[in-house]
Every structure is written in C-alpha cells, then in structure tokens.
C-alpha cells in the first residue's frame, strides 16, 4: 500500500483509524508496562466495589462515593478486566474529542491529527492503567461537552438532549461529588445566551434532577451506615487540608487538633512527603490515639478547619491561591520501577518531561486568555466554545482551590482536551499562518 493510498484510506475512516491508533498504542504500551496501579485510593474504590457485588453495603465506609466502584463491579472486581475497560474508555473519548471538534467546525484535516495527538499523551494512558477514577471522569466530562456543543451551537434542545445531559452530569456528581457545581454554572451560561425573562426558568432545569439525585442517594447511604446525611465520610479531611500552611494558628479551643496537625506536617516535611497529605496523616492517627470512628474524626477535622479559616481570612486567601495555582500543575501516576524491561522508565520519563512541559505552557496560555474571553463576552454579549470552555474550567479551578488542597493537577486532567481545542480556537488566525491552511470549515 502507497503512501498516498494510506493518506487516502486515514482522510476517508477517521473514526477507524482513531480507534486503530489507540489500539496500538495501547499495545505498545502494554509491551512496556502490563500492570495494574494501585495508589492508597484504589483501595476504597475496590473495597466499595465488593461490597456493591454481595448487594451488601452495611460495611461500606462511604470514604468514596459509589460512581467508580460501579464501574469496578461491572467487571466483578477483577482488575485486569477493569483495565482492559478503561482502555476501551479511553478510545471511545478520543472519539468524541474528534466529534466535538467536528461540532465546533474544525476541518478533519485538523481534527484528526489534533485528536491523534491529544489521545498519545503517556499521562492519560498511564491513568488507565491505574485504579483511580480519571479515566471514568475524563469520559463524562467529554461526553457533558460533546452535549452541550450540540445544545449551545447546533440549537440541538430538545428533552431528550437535555435529559441526556443531565443523566451524564448526576453520574459525573456520583463518581465525584465535587462536580455538583457543574449543572448551576451550565444552566446559568444556558440562561445568559440571548438572555429573556421566560428563560430564567426553562426546561433546561432538568438537568439539576440526576446530580440532585445522585447527592440524595450517596447521602442516604452514608446516613444509613453512619448516622449522617453527607455525600463522603471524609469531608472533614478534605476541609483540614485547607489550613496546611496556617494550621498553627487555630483557636486554642482546637489546640490538641492544632498540635497533632503541625507533627504531622513536620514529619512529613522531614520524610520530604507531599505536605498536602497532611490531614490524611492527621486521619489516621487520630484513629491510633483516640478510638475515634471515621465520621467522629471527619466531624472534629471540619469543626477545626472552620475555626481557622474564620480566625485566619488572609492566611486561607493565600491557600487558596496556592491551591489554585496547583491546580495548572501536570503529573504522571505509575510505579516508575515496574517496567518490563530496564531502563524503558527513563525512556517514558524522558518523553514525559517533554509532554509536561508543553503541558504546563498550554496552560499558562490558557490562564493567560481567561480574562480575555471574560473581556470579549462583556463587549459582544456572544456565547462561544471558547468562553464556555473557559467558564467551566476557570470555574473548576476556583472550586477546587476553594474546597481543600491536595494533588491538585488530577482536578484539571479531565479538563485538558477541550483547554486545548479552546486555545486552537483563540489562537486560529496565528496558527492559519503558520500551516498556511484554515483550521474551520468555510
């Protein structure tokens, strides 16, 4: 077969060689490292999965809420199927990457090697082969866009859209609840797009129902098991990790919380951890040193992040920036001494420093146009991918350095692909004169 014949054979099955080219690399991949990743998350999201498999949740701890473990179970908790799964999982969002540029009217030409490459990068592949919910969420996140271009773009705003839309939204608040913030921000761009009175209420609003739902349901769970209505026993952990840096400065009231926080940090820094675990560290040895269940600590933890916000306004500004500025940040999950052969590690290191800083310059260019799309909706009141992209994303991050502190770079991962589309989108003028050819179709 000629070149000109496989140029041909590419331009005419996008969708097919899309789907060729992530088996390949998958395959490659697996020739270099075939395991499956555990981090201590993975553990509550197996432990969950079993216990929706005996049909039985009385000894669920509701540290993570049930999204993924559903997933996990569909495979009746046997990892390497679970993995096979997401690398399925993987492929198909590559594909509705490729249909939401095609949505926004980007030429195939562009779409497909623009795709091709977004599906190559080795920290996305890597999440599939770990058990943690990236790889899910990347899915439905990409699913919400793919929706919301039809309804936003190609007046695509029917019941059945919407009530699509709001199916992936409640799943997407069931494997992480953090998203609930998602449909009010969704409604809210819905509603200032040609904005009238009458729209303020629309039928759109069913798109709150599922997330509503799926926040019920995970709650009532946990009320069932523990005697609290919330969504995550570690509500409390979460909430800690806000006062990482300003921990010494809590109320008096809270000094034996106080004291054991700083320890905690202190060993950690001198162990050179991940300060941000802190509270998980304050967690677990508040259960060795006082009976304490998981609730009763999540309670005593949120009592005394509360506190010292309240005593602490300015310190927990600078957190939040601090967490907020993390949140830009790339990193790459895997066990970096379990390759099958030797030195292929340094090999995969070697392509991911050159991933992650392209990575990191994207995104800077992308904080760099946030205030610039804000600027042009203010002028031309017109609702565009790019401004809708940036809302949603600036929106996450803000949310996300708000809430608590931690391995923050996970919380814009799912967000990455369309942070891209939306750059080619701002920069399309630039870069038709750099390919000499247009990016969208005429």
């Not at 509701?62 to 908790?77: C, D, E, K, M, Q």
């Not at 009976?291 to 005394?304: H, Q, R, V």
Request: glycine share 4%.
């Amino acid at each position: 077969m000629t070149f000109k014949n496989i140029s041909n054979y590419i331009s005419e099955r996008p969708i097919t060689t899309i789907i060729l080219f992530g088996i390949i690399v998958r395959l490659l991949l697996l020739s270099f490292y075939c395991h499956v990743t555990i981090f201590p998350d993975s553990d509550d999201y197996i432990h969950a999965s079993q216990q929706i498999l005996k049909m039985d949740l009385s000894d669920y701890n509701g540290v993570r809420t049930l999204g993924y473990p559903a997933f996990i179970s569909l495979t009746n908790s046997h990892l390497p199927l679970t993995i096979f799964l997401q690398f399925v999982i993987g492929i198909i969002t590559s594909v509705y990457v490729y249909k939401i540029m095609l949505l926004l009217n980007f030429r195939k030409g562009i779409a497909l090697p623009v795709t091709l490459l977004l599906s190559s990068f080795i920290h996305s592949l890597f999440y599939e082969t770990n058990i943690l919910t990236e790889t899910l969420t990347l899915l439905f996140v990409t699913l919400v866009f793919y929706n919301l271009c039809k309804i936003f773009f190609h007046d695509s705003k029917s019941w059945k859209q919407f009530l699509i839309l709001g199916l992936l939204l409640g799943y997407l608040a069931f494997i992480k609840p953090f998203y609930m913030f998602l449909p009010l921000l969704i409604y809210g761009l819905y509603t200032i797009t040609n904005f009238k009175i009458g729209r303020i209420i629309d039928r759109m609003a069913i798109i709150f129902v599922f997330p509503i739902l799926a926040f019920l349901a995970s709650s009532y769970i946990n009320y069932q098991n523990t005697g609290r209505f919330v969504c995550t026993t570690i509500y409390g952990v979460y909430a800690s990790q806000i006062c990482t840096y300003f921990a010494e400065k809590a109320p008096d009231e809270y000094s034996e919380t106080r004291e054991l926080y700083i320890k905690c940090r202190e060993e950690i820094v001198e162990n050179d951890g991940d300060i941000a675990m802190t509270g998980w560290r304050v967690r677990y040895k508040m259960e060795e040193q006082t009976g304490l269940n998981l609730i009763e600590i999540s309670e005593k933890l949120n009592e005394f992040s509360k506190a010292t916000v309240k005593e602490n306004p300015i310190e927990y500004g600078k957190q939040v920036l601090r967490a907020w500025l993390g949140f830009w940040g790339t990193n790459i999950y895997w066990n970096y001494d379990d390759f099958n052969f030797k030195y292929t590690n340094k090999v995969f290191l070697s392509i991911w420093y050159i991933e992650s800083a392209i990575l990191k310059i994207l995104k800077l260019l992308f904080v760099l146009i946030i205030p610039y799309h804000i600027f042009l909706y203010i002028k031309n009141r017109k609702t565009t991918p790019e401004f809708i992209i940036v809302m949603i994303v600036f929106a996450a991050s803000v949310a996300q350095a708000m809430s608590t502190f931690g391995e923050n770079s996970r919380f814009i991962f799912p967000f990455e692909s369309i942070l891209i589309i939306s750059l080619l989108l701002t920069f399309k003028p630039l870069i038709e004169r750099i390919i000499k050819q247009p990016l969208l179709k005429t």
